[in-house]
């Protein structure tokens, strides 16, 4: 063996083990760049399922909100939207197509606010105040699977709106 060590007289190139030491140090240091490529994506995949259940919860809120107080039907319990288009009410509206794994939900109730009657005890201004306080619940929610790197994981996406009495001039 010479005294230079692996080199071979006169030769100023790289040795075998020096390039390799090199290559673990990139690889070593590329390592942490790549995790945060690998997150960057696993989070814009769970913003885009987001954003669809959204979209999809939106456009049932917009169809319903088009109606009038007295229009809307009474859902108390949580329905299956697409089981409900056999109906008049729901098979006239429009909606996107769901993309696999995603169910969406619809309910519709009833509710009145509290108020403080009238000391005086006008029953035609109580009538007048529960009409006002009266409104109409719609809530639209979509459930779907997030992907994550490890399995799925279930979500639920729920918007909720009011609507009110329609005419308030003409009450009776």
Known sequence: MNKRGC?????????????????????????PVFSIFSGTSKGTAATIEELTATNYANEIIDNLAAYKFAELPDLPDRSDFDSLKSSPFFAKMRVSPLKAGYKRFVRIYEKSAHFKKPADGDAAL???????????????????????????????????????????????
Do not use: H, Q
């Open 7 to 31: 080199r071979p007289p006169g030769g100023t190139g790289f040795t075998y083990i020096e390039v390799m030491i090199a290559l673990v140090v990139l690889a070593l240091g590329l390592i």
């Open 126 to 172: 109580t009538r007048r105040l529960e009409k006002i306080c009266t409104f109409k619940v719609i809530e639209a929610s979509v459930e779907y699977a997030e992907n994550l790197g490890s399995g799925k994981k279930n979500k639920e996406f729920k918007i909720t709106a009011l609507t009110g009495v329609d005419d308030i001039e003409n009450f009776d």
